[in-house]
C-alpha cells in the first residue's frame, strides 16, 4: 500500500473532512457559518479557490443546499454542511436531490437539540438522517465516523457512494468526533469505477438528448416506478455497502452497540470490563443506512444480549431491536448530553456492569 | 501503554496550545494520539478544557473520566476536576492561582507548581502552560523533554520559533519544581 | 460636586469611556480587577463636569454619574 | 415565399399546457427566440421553478434543471459556479420570486452572479389556484384575499425590477410587457439584452415580464390583457431601470 | 349527546380541518399556499378576518412556521397548514417550538414526493411525521383521520392535546381524505380541562416573573433533563392518549393494519373477504405517535399474522413489527400511488386473499 | 446627590457576556432606556435572534421569546398579531437579519407590521467566530474570506436601512452608531422615535446600529471604536432614512 | 344497501357538480356519502372524475375499482374507465360524443343517451351533467328524482336556483332517454 | 403577398392575435376547433402586410407568416 508511505497529520475531524473532500475532488462548496462545524467551510474558503475550486458562503442553508443541487445537476463533485438547525433546513433541498437521483454530500456534525439547543455532542439526529427529515419517503447514505481517520476516509467514500448510486450521502458526526484531533494518514483518492455521468445537465449540441434534472413524476405509474426503482436501489446498497466494526465479539456474552463518539468511549469500557473478566464485545455500525442488519442478524445468534448506547432518549435502538433475532434482547443506556457533559468510559463499564448477564 | 491527561484552565492560559504540544510531541513518539477540546459555555474567557490520550495501540476513548493525570490551572478548574483525577493519579496544580487547602484528595498525588511565579520570572506570564507542560512530563514520565522540544517546532506557528528556546527553559522550570 | 462610580465587577477595561470623556478624567489603570481586565479609573474629580459622556460610551454600563 | 415569423428553435414543437392567453407562453417564445439569435442553446442551461412554468423542460429545447419553489436563483448559482462557460437562466414566477424566494433572488442579484433571470409577474399565484401573491395590486380579490388586497395588512405589491437594480451587483434590470405588439416587441429587446450581459460576462441580468393570468383572474384571455394595461402596468411601470454596460 | 341535535354538512376534509379550527378557537393561522391543502388557508382567509382572527399569507412556510411560533407564544391558539415540500421547509421551526415546549397545530396534507413529486395520496411522510423530521431528537403528536368526521374532530382534538402536553401536534392526512367530501356533524368544541398557559409571553406588571420562550438549554446537565422530562412526557402520551379503530378483530385470522384513506379502502375489501368467508380484522391507528403500541402487542397474542397496507414503500410497518408479539408476522403490500392511480378495494381484497393463512 | 446616569429598570443589574468593547452592550442599554422613558416595559416582548445577542432574556427585564436565526421579524409578527396591544421588537445581528433572515426582514417590513426592529450590523458572524457577513465591507478578511471580501465574487455590503426605507410598509428607517457620545445620543434618539412609532401604532420601524465586534476583528476595543470611525461609518452613512410621519 | 357511482368527464363538462347533486341528494335520503373527486395531471380542460358512495351505514372505501354504475362523458373517459364497470355493472355514455363500437363489455348494461343532444335540445349544453344525472337515477333507482330536486337547491348558488326548474325537465329529459 | 397559417390544432381562441392585426384581418370564429376552442381565422388575405404583429401577440406560437 502506498498510503503507508504518506506522512501523518495532525488534525481537527471537521478539518479531516475539508481535506477529505479536496482529495476527493470536490470542486465546490456551499455553506453557511453554524458552529461546531465552520471550520469546515473555514478551511474550504482558503483552499478551493487555491485549487481552481469555486467556495460560497450562501445566504442560508436552503440557499447552500440548493447550490449544492445545482453544481451536482452539472455533474461535479459538491459539498455542503451544517448541523442541527441547518440541517433542518435543508430537508426540502435533500428531498429535491432525493428524488432527482442527485449525488451529492451532506455533513452533519450533530449538535444538541431540538430548537437551538446547545453545541454539545449529541447524536439525536439519527433518525433525521437514516429515515429523511424531508418529505415524500427517501433514504440517504449515512456513514458515521468514529475517528479523524474515519471522518478523512469515509468522507471520500461519500463522494465515492453517493456518485455511484445517485442518492445524496450524509456524513453524520458529532461535536466530539468534529471538534478532536487526532493523527490522520491523508490517504490518496481511492480508485473506484465510477459510472459515467450521463445524465448531467451540460448544454448540448443538436441531435443530443435533453437531459433534464427533476423530481416532478406525473406521468401514469411514473412515481410508483420510481419509488420501487429506488426501494430496489436501497436493497443493493444494503447488499453491498454495509459497513461496522466489530470488537472481541466473538465470544462476547454482552455486545455493546454504539456509534460514533460513543462507540470510542464504549471500547475503553469494554476493555475495563474486560479486565474486569467480563466478556463484552462492540458492535460498531459505520453505515447508518445501510444499516448492517445481517450483521446484527448473525452477532444475535450467537450472542443474545446487546447494550445499545446513544447520545440521545434512544433512537439507533429500534434498527438494532428490527435487525436482531427474535429471542435477542436489547437494553438501552440514552445519555443526551448538555453543556460540558459526556458520558466517560467509567460510566459505560458502570452500565456494562449492570446490564451484563448473570448465569444462574 | 495508554497514557491520559487532562488540562483546564481559563480562556487565557494556553491550555489548547499546551494540549497540542504534548499531542505532537506523543506523535513524534510514534504514538497514536487523540486530542479532545472543550469549551465552557462561553467561548471568550470562559473555561477551557481538553483530554490528551496517546497509545501505541488504539486510543480508545478521547474522553476521559477519571484521568489518571490532571494539571488544573485556576481555581474553578481545581474546585470542579480535582476530585475527577483516578486513584493513584497525579494532580499538578497551579499553585499561583490556585489554594487547595480547602480539599482533601486521598489517593491522588498533589504537586503544587507555582507556574504563573515560575513563568513570570522567565520573564512572560504566558508561558504558564510551558510550564505546566514541564511538570507533567517529569511527574508522568510519559514523554521525553526531546519530544516536547520537537513538537514546538510543530505547533508553533514559523515566525514564532525564535521563542522556542525561552518555551523550553520554561519546561524545564517547570519540571524542576515539579521534582520537588 | 458631580462624580462618578466605576463598578469594579463590570468594568471590562475596554477604555471606550477613556475616549468619551471631554476632560479626559477617565484612564485604564495598569492593575487588572477580579475579572482579569485592566479596570478604569477615575481621577481629578474636581474637574468632573457630570456630562455623562463617559457612562454613554460604556457598554457595559459600569458607570454610574452623580450631580446634585 | 418565406417564412418570415415562425416557431424558434429552441422551443420545442409543441403545444403548450398553459390556458388560452396565457402570457407564458409569450415569454417562452421570446426567451427562445433570443436562445436562437444569440446562438446560444447548445451552451444553454435553463432553472425552472415551481410555478406553471413547472414544465419549462417540455417546452424548450434545452438541458434544464428543476428547482424547489422559489430556490432558482440558488440552483442557477450552483450551476453557474462549476460551469461559468454555461448560459444559466432561472424562469421564476412571481410567488416563486418575490415570496417564497425573495432571498435567493436577492442574494442571488447581491453577489453578481452571472446568470439571466427571467421574471413572470402574473399578481397571482397561477399554479396553485390564485392565490394572492407579492404582487397583487392592492384592492385585488384572490382566493386568499377574498375582501381585497389590504395593504395596511398585507403590504404594497413589491416592485422586484426597481428593488434588485438598487443593489450593485445587478447589471440590467428592466420591466416588460406583453399586452400589446410594440411591448412584445420591446421586451424581446430587453430579453435579449439580458443574455447579452450573461454571454458577455457583464453579470446579473434580470427582466421582469407583466403578464396575465386569464384563469384566475376570471377573465377572458382579451379582458385579462386590458387589465394589463388598465391596471398593471400604471402600477409596475415598464423601464429599464438598470443598464450598467449600456448594452 | 347535544351533537345528534347539530345538522349535518356536507364539506371537503380540508374544509372540515379549517371549521374545526375555528370552533376550536383558533384565532391565527399562517400558511402559505400548496396543492393539495390551499383549501384551509382559502377559507379561512374568508372565515377568520370576519370572527375577529387573524390570517396572514406568509412569504413563506418558513415565515408561516415562525408566526406560529410566535403567536403560540403568547397563548393564543394557532395553527399552520401545508404540503410534502412546505412541511420540509417547517422542520426548524418544528424542532424550535418543540424545544421550546410550544404548542401549535400543524396540518399535513400529504402528496405524493420526494421532491416536488406530486400532488397524489401518498403517506410517505410518515417517518418525517412520527420521528421529527427536524434536528435534536423530539416527538410531535401526529393524528391520522381516515373520514372528513376525523378531519374535524381530530382537528379540535389537536387543538386541546397540543395544548395539555404542551406538544406541536400535527394532523396528518393524504389529499383522498384532504379533497373527498362527506357529511360531517360539526360538533361543538369539547369540554376539555386544560392547564392554564403561565409560561406565555405577555409583558408583565413589575414584580411578577419573566416569561422566556426559548429552546436554549446551557445550563449544566439541563439540556439532559429536558430530554428526560419529554421522554416521561412521550411515556404519559402514550399511556394516556393512544387513540385507534378495530374492526372484526375478534375471531380475525388476519388482521389488516393501515391508516388514513387506505383504512378505509382497506374496509371495503375486509367487507369483500368476510362475505368470501374468511376471517379479517381491521387495526387502524388513529394516533401515530403515541403509536397504539399496547394494543397491537394485545392484538397479537391472538392473530399472529398482519398485513400491513400503506401508500408508501413502507414505513410504519417498522412501527408494527416493533409493537406486536415477537411470533407474530407482518406482511406488506406497498402502494405509492402516482398521478391518478389509487389502490382499489379489489386490489386490496386480492392482497388479503393472497396473505389469508390456509391451514394445513 | 443625585444619580444622573445610572442603569435603566428594563436592564437587569447583572454583567453581560458580550466582550470588552463590544457595542451590543451599548445598544442594550439604550433600548432599555428608551423602554423605561415610554413607560412600556410592562407592555414590551422582546424577540431575541441567534448570535451574540441571544442572551436577550438575560439582561432585559421583559418577557422574550427567542427565535430561530433569521426569523425574528416573523416571530414577531406572530406575536404582534396575536397581541396587537402589546409592545413587540426584534433584535438582530447582520448575519440574522441580512443574510438568512432576509426575507423574513423584507416581508415584515412592507407588511408594514407594528413592530420595530433592531438591527446590530457589527460586520460580521459574532457568535459563530467572525465569519463573513452580507454587511462586512469589501476587501475585509474574515475567517471565511481569507483573502479579503472579493465584491466579484460575494457581493457588496448590504445598505438595510436604505433598503427597508423603499418599501411602502416602512414607516421608519434611520442608521445610527455607537463610536462616540454624539452618535450614541443620535442613537438614543432615533430608537426611541422607532419605538414611538410603534406606540401610536404607526407602522413598522428599523434602526440599524453600526458596532464593533473587537474579538472578531482581531482588534482592541479601542481600535474597533476607531474603525466604525474610519471605515464603517463612510460605507453605512448615519442618516435618517425615512421618517414617513416626522415624529 | 351500499351504492356506489363513477362519473367522468372532460373539465367543462360539470362532473363534479353532477358529483356534488347526487352526493346531496342520497344525504336528503338520510344516507352516508362520500364524494371523492379527481382530476387528470393537468387541472384545466383536462380530465374530470369523481366517485360518490353512499350507504345506511359505513361508506368504506371511497374509491372504488369496479364501479357498479359508470357514467362516461366523453371518448377518452369511456376509453380509459368502460372496461372497469363491475360484472353486472352498468355504464351510461354520452352517445353524443362516445363511440363505442369498438369495445365489448360482456357483462355490462350499456345505455346510450344523447347527453349534449339532449342538453342543447332543452336550451344549453351545459346541461349535459343534469342530463346524466336522470339517466343515472333512472337506471340505478338508487335515489328519487325529488332528492336530486331538493339537491339541486343545496348544490347551486342561490342565485342559480332560478335554473332549476330547466335542470329538472333536464334530468327528466335524461331518465327517459335512459328508459330507452 | 404575405399571408399567415394559423396552426389549428394549437390555437386556443384566446383571441389575442385579433388585437395585434393593424387591418383587422384576423377574428374568431364560432365553431370550435377539436380542442373544443373557438379558432382564430385569417380573412381578406389581400391586406396582408406580413407585419407579424399578430404572430407577435400569439402566446402559442401558433401563428406563421409568409412574406417574399
Ligand atoms: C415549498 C413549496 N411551497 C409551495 C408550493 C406550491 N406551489 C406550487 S407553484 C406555487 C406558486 C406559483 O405561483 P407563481 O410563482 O406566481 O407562478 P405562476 O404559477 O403564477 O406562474 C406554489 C405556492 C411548492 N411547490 N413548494
Ligand atoms: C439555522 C442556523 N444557522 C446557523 C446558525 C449558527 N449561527 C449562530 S449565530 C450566527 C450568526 C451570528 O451573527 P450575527 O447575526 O451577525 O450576530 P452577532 O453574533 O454578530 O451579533 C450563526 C450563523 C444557527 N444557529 N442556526
Ligand atoms: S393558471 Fe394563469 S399563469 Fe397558469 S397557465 Fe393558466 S393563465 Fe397561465
Ligand atoms: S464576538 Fe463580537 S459581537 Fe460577539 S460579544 Fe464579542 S465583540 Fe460582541
Ligand atoms: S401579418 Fe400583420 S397584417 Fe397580416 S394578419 Fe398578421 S397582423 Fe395582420
Ligand atoms: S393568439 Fe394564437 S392562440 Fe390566441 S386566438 Fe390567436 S392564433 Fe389562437
Known amino acids: 500500500m502506498q498510503a503507508a508511505a504518506l ?38 474558503s482558503r483552499e478551493l479557490p487555491r485549487r481552481g475550486g469555486e467556495f460560497i458562503q450562501a ?53 444538541a437539540g431540538p430548537g437551538l439547543g446547545g453545541i454539545d455532542a449529541s447524536q439525536a439526529d439519527y433518525w433525521q438522517a437514516t429515515r429523511g427529515g424531508g418529505h415524500g419517503g427517501y433514504r440517504i447514505i449515512v456513514l458515521a465516523p468514529a475517528s479523524v481517520q474515519e471522518m478523512y476516509d469515509l468522507t471520500m467514500m461519500a463522494f465515492d ?79 453491498k455497502e454495509c459497513r461496522w466494526e466489530e470488537v472481541q465479539t466473538a465470544d462476547a456474552e454482552l455486545i455493546v452497540t454504539a456509534f460514533g463518539s460513543v462507540a470510542r468511549i464504549a471500547k475503553t469500557a469494554i476493555a475495563m470490563a474486560r479486565e474486569a473478566g467480563m466478556k463484552v464485545g462492540l458492535m460498531r455500525p459505520i453505515t447508518l443506512f445501510p444499516f448492517p442488519k445481517k ?64 448465569h444462574a | 501503554m495508554r497514557y491520559d491527561v487532562f488540562f483546564a484552565g481559563y480562556g487565557g492560559q494556553g491550555v489548547l496550545l499546551a494540549g497540542n504540544l504534548l499531542s505532537y510531541a506523543a506523535i513524534h513518539e510514534g504514538k497514536n494520539v487523540s486530542f479532545f477540546p472543550a469549551y465552557g459555555v462561553e467561548k471568550r474567557g470562559g473555561a477551557a478544557m481538553c483530554t490528551i490520550v496517546f497509545a501505541d495501540g488504539d486510543t480508545g476513548s478521547p474522553v476521559v473520566g477519571n484521568p489518571s493525570v490532571s494539571v488544573l490551572l485556576n481555581q474553578l478548574s481545581f474546585d470542579k476536576y480535582a476530585a475527577k483525577v483516578k486513584q493513584g493519579g497525579i494532580c499538578i496544580v497551579n499553585s499561583s492561582l490556585v489554594d487547595t487547602s480547602a480539599v482533601a484528595l486521598p489517593g491522588v498525588e498533589i504537586i503544587m507548581v507555582p507556574m504563573n511565579q515560575i513563568a513570570l520570572d522567565m520573564g512572560d506570564v504566558r508561558m504558564v502552560n510551558m510550564v505546566a507542560c514541564g511538570a507533567y512530563i517529569e511527574k508522568s514520565g510519559a514523554l521525553l523533554k526531546e519530544s516536547l522540544e520537537a513538537a514546538l517546532k510543530k505547533a508553533l506557528p514559523e515566525r514564532n520559533h525564535k521563542l522556542i528556546p525561552a518555551n523550553v527553559q520554561a519546561m524545564e522550570a517547570g519540571a524542576l519544581a515539579a521534582r520537588g | 460636586m458631580p462624580y462618578i462610580v466605576i463598578d469594579e465587577t463590570r468594568c471590562k477595561g475596554c477604555g471606550l469611556c477613556t475616549t468619551g470623556c471631554p476632560k479626559k478624567l477617565v484612564a485604564l489603570s495598569d492593575s487588572p480587577n477580579s475579572l482579569g481586565y485592566a479596570m478604569a479609573v477615575f481621577s481629578d474629580p474636581e474637574k468632573c463636569t457630570g456630562c455623562t459622556l463617559c457612562a454613554q460610551m460604556c457598554p457595559d454600563v459600569a458607570i454610574t454619574v452623580f450631580k446634585e | 415565399m418565406k417564412q418570415i415569423f415562425t416557431r424558434p428553435e429552441s422551443l ?67 450551476a453557474k459556479r462549476a460551469r461559468p462557460d454555461r448560459i444559466i437562466f432561472t424562469y421564476q414566477g412571481d410567488g416563486d420570486l418575490a415570496a417564497i424566494g425573495m432571498s435567493e433572488i436577492i442574494h442571488a442579484a447581491n453577489r453578481g452572479e452571472d446568470i439571466t433571470v427571467i421574471f413572470v409577474n402574473n399578481t397571482t399565484y397561477g399554479m396553485t389556484g390564485g392565490q394572492m401573491a407579492p404582487t397583487t395590486l392592492p384592492g385585488q380579490k384572490t382566493s386568499t384575499s377574498p375582501y381585497g388586497r389590504d395593504t395596511a395588512k398585507d403590504g404594497s405589491p413589491f416592485k422586484m425590477a426597481e428593488l434588485l437594480a438598487t443593489l450593485d451587483g445587478v447589471a440590467f434590470s428592466a420591466r416588460v410587457a406583453l399586452n400589446n405588439p410594440k411591448n412584445v416587441l420591446n421586451a424581446r429587446k430587453q430579453i435579449k439584452t439580458a443574455f447579452r450581459y450573461q454571454v458577455e460576462k457583464k453579470g446579473f441580468s434580470f427582466v421582469e415580464a407583466l403578464a396575465s393570468c386569464p384563469t384566475n383572474w376570471g377573465m377572458s384571455a382579451l379582458d385579462a390583457n386590458q387589465r394589463v394595461t388598465d391596471e398593471m402596468i400604471p402600477c409596475f411601470p415598464l423601464a429599464v431601470y438598470k443598464n450598467s454596460a449600456n448594452l
Not at chain 1, 210 to 239: C, I, P, T
Not at chain 4, 51 to 70: K, R, T
Request: net charge negative.
Open chain 1, 161 to 239: 457512494l453517493s456518485d455511484i448510486y445517485r442518492i445524496p450521502a450524509m456524513v453524520l458526526a458529532d461535536s466530539v468526533i468534529g471538534q478532536m484531533k487526532e493523527s490522520v494518514i491523508p490517504n490518496p483518492r481511492p480508485v473506484t469505477v465510477l459510472p459515467p455521468k450521463e445524465w448531467v445537465v451540460r448544454g448540448r449540441e443538436a441531435g443530443e438528448a435533453q437531459n433534464v434534472v427533476k423530481s416532478l413524476y406525473l406521468g401514469d405509474g411514473e412515481m410508483e416506478k420510481f419509488h420501487w426503482k429506488m426501494a430496489a436501489r436501497y436493497e443493493e446498497l444494503a447488499e
Open chain 4, 12 to 78: 420545442k414543437d409543441v403545444a403548450t399546457h398553459f390556458c388560452p392567453g396565457c402570457h407564458h407562453g409569450s415569454v417562452h417564445r421570446l426567451v427562445a427566440e433570443i436562445l436562437d439569435d444569440l446562438g446560444i442553446r447548445s451552451q444553454t442551461i435553463g432553472v425552472a421553478s415551481v410555478g406553471c412554468s413547472v414544465f419549462l423542460y417540455g417546452y424548450f429545447d434545452v438541458d434544464v434543471i428543476e428547482a424547489p419553489h422559489g430556490r432558482a436563483p440558488a440552483v442557477a448559482t450552483g
Open chain 1, 59 to 111: 445566504e442560508s442553508e436552503i440557499g447552500a443546499i440548493n447550490m449544492l443541487l445545482g453544481a451536482s445537476a452539472t455533474g461535479v463533485r459538491a459539498m455542503t454542511s451544517s448541523s442541527g438547525p441547518g440541517i433542518s433546513l435543508k430537508q426540502e433541498g435533500i428531498s429535491y436531490m432525493a428524488g432527482s437521483e442527485l449525488p451529492g454530500v451532506i455533513v452533519d456534525i450533530m449538535r
Open chain 1, 7 to 44: 506522512e501523518k497529520i495532525f488534525v481537527k475531524g471537521n478539518e479531516a473532512v475539508a481535506m477529505a473532500a479536496l482529495e476527493a475532488g470536490c470542486r465546490c462548496y456551499f455553506g453557511y457559518p453554524i458552529t461546531p462545524q465552520s471550520d469546515i467551510p473555514e478551511y474550504l
Open chain 1, 295 to 358: 450483521a446484527y442478524a448473525a452477532l444475535s445468534e450467537r450472542c443474545k444480549l446487546f447494550l445499545d448506547i446513544e447520545l440521545s432518549t434512544g433512537q439507533m435502538i429500534d434498527d438494532v431491536r428490527l435487525a436482531i433475532a427474535r429471542d435477542a434482547e436489547v437494553a438501552f443506556y440514552g445519555r443526551p448530553p448538555g453543556a460540558g457533559s459526556l458520558p466517560t468510559p467509567e460510566e459505560l463499564f458502570e452500565q456494562i456492569r449492570k446490564n451484563y448477564p448473570t
